[in-house]
């Protein structure tokens, strides 16, 4: 049989459904009902659709999953489905004629105290006689609607901001410190890690030398003879090299010569000392050796002394002129040294020498070296110093530990308002460990929680808050409170409505 499949959205109601109900011309009408939103919850929209369909003569069914639908629709006889393919699949259920009698009896029993205005101007629920109300009662339902809503706005409405100041003072204590190169870390007893800070410096300097030194400079000369030992003449080259066995100077002729032939023959000539100075003066009778050859055939000797060398005094540097220039280079390297590691150092930190100390020499060239003449001397060091130190980070830390282990109760300690000051120097000892005395000093405060704050300040008025803050809380000042608004009689009632601001 054919059917009409009306498919409800989610703003239908039971008029607009009847009103789709009526375009049809089947005998059987199929309600779908939305997959998104309730519509014709009540039994009351399905007895109105049940007799506008007997009133049209037709069949009425429905297919939604709604189990309040499902109901309804069970008491008053209505036919269900799963799906659209259900019902087109299923043969309906036809009323007898005795159960349609029943269904109208009770449709027309539930439908009879209905006015059709009502229905007409709100479909959604049952009719009220407005004159069951007297006067009196609804003035007290509306007085009663303007006092909660009095209520809310007066729970809601209001604010505050209290403002509080903790009671603060300064905390200090001396400590005394025990700097230690074996020390791996911060101890509550007062004992620091030393660290060795390290800084490599370079520089150059020149002095103007103090010594002198003799320089050769003058050749010693003179005249030896030569006599042959053989029978035939020997030519002698000039530059014939003839030394002192004793001294080992040596001579060359000045020319060429040639002596006669026969033993005992003889030839005078020049010779000069190859080196100059005066250990070339020699007296008659040293040079008694030719070299080479000729030494077989002849022999030499100086009828007369060697003269004439001798040397000169010039500016050279002295072990004293290199010790100098070592020690003020090295001073002046020194204190470079010491700016380089005070930069690089932060400004809590501490040094425990007031300069470094000579870690290594990586180079050191002197010009010229020791006793070569020059005017001047030059030095160039390369060296790496080094200087015992205490971080800064260590020394507040345990400067914070310590208080913290002395901190009264109910305080707690206000940020960046830490101090130290060392009241002596330290003194590094021989074990390589440092002691000297600080002291640490910061402001505390009281603790204030906002929360036992806005606890005291709740619901009452200002002055009588004022008084409980001061009561139970370590204040400096009295509270501040500002309602908004300013006029209203009594704090919120509600902790949301209510901010606590802590100022130092």
């Not at 501040?480 to 949301?496: A, E, K, V, Y």
Request: glycine share 6%; aromatic share 4%; charged share 20%.
């Amino acid at each position: 049989m054919k059917t009409q499949i009306l498919q409800l959205e989610s703003h239908d109601d039971a008029i607009s459904t009847r009103d789709k109900m009526g375009w049809g011309q089947t005998r059987r009408v199929l309600l779908i009902w939305p997959a998104r939103g309730r519509v014709l919850t009540r039994q009351l929209d399905l007895i109105l659709l049940l007799r506008h369909s007997l009133t049209l003569g037709v069949q009425l069914a429905l297919v939604t999953d709604d189990p309040q639908v499902h109901f309804n629709a069970r008491q008053l006889g209505i036919q269900t489905f799963d799906s659209i393919h259900h019902a087109q699949e299923t043969r309906w259920r036809r009323p007898t004629q005795s159960k349609l009698s029943r269904n109208r009896a009770q449709i027309e029993r539930l439908a009879k105290p209905l006015s059709g205005k009502t229905l007409r101007d709100d479909p959604a629920r049952p009719v009220r006689n407005p004159s069951a109300l007297s006067p009196a009662l609804r003035l007290g339902f509306f007085s009663l609607g303007v006092l909660a809503l009095l209520c809310i706005v007066g729970i809601f409405f209001p604010s505050a901001q209290i403002t509080l100041t903790p009671d603060t003072y300064i905390q200090e204590i001396i400590i005394p410190i025990q700097a230690s190169a074996s020390a791996a870390r911060v101890s509550l007893s007062g004992v620091l890690p030393i660290r060795m800070t390290s800084a490599i410096v370079e520089g150059r300097d020149s002095l103007p030398t103090t010594g002198s030194v003799q320089i050769p400079e003058h050749y010693a000369a003179g005249r030896v003879t030569f006599t042959n030992l053989t029978d035939q003449a020997v030519t002698l080259p000039a530059g014939t090299v003839v030394s002192s066995p004793e001294s080992g100077v040596r001579y060359a002729t000045d020319r060429a010569g040639r002596v006669p032939a026969g033993p005992g023959q003889m030839l005078s000539l020049l010779v000069t000392a190859l080196a100059p100075g005066s250990a070339a003066n020699l007296p008659s009778g040293r040079i008694q050796a030719i070299e080479g050859a000729l030494g077989v055939n002849l022999t030499v000797t100086n009828p007369e002394p060697i003269s004439g060398g001798r040397e000169v005094s010039t500016p050279a540097a002295t072990p004293l002129d290199q010790s100098r220039i070592h020690n003020r280079l090295i001073a002046a390297l020194r204190e470079n040294a010491l700016a380089e590691i005070q930069a690089a150092l932060s400004p809590d930190d501490l040094l425990l020498s007031p300069l470094p100390s000579l870690a290594r020499t990586l180079e050191e060239s002197y010009d010229p070296p020791e006793s070569q003449p020059a005017s001047q001397i030059n030095l160039a060091l390369r060296l790496e110093f080094q200087i015992p130190t205490v971080s800064g980070e260590d020394l507040r830390s345990l400067a914070a530990s310590v208080l913290d282990a002395n901190l009264p109760e109910g305080y707690l300690a206000v940020p960046d308002t830490l101090e130290i000051e060392h009241l002596t120097d330290p003194d590094l000892g021989d074990d390589s460990t440092a002691r000297w005395q600080l002291r640490a000093r910061r402001t505390i405060q009281a603790r204030l929680t906002p929360d036992q704050a806005i606890h005291l300040a709740l619901g009452v008025s200002p002055t009588k808050a004022r008084q409980r803050l001061m009561q139970n809380l370590t204040l400096s000042n009295p509270p501040g409170i500002l309602l908004r608004p300013s006029w209203w009689p009594i704090t919120p009632l509600l902790p949301i409505r209510i901010s606590v601001i802590s100022k130092q």
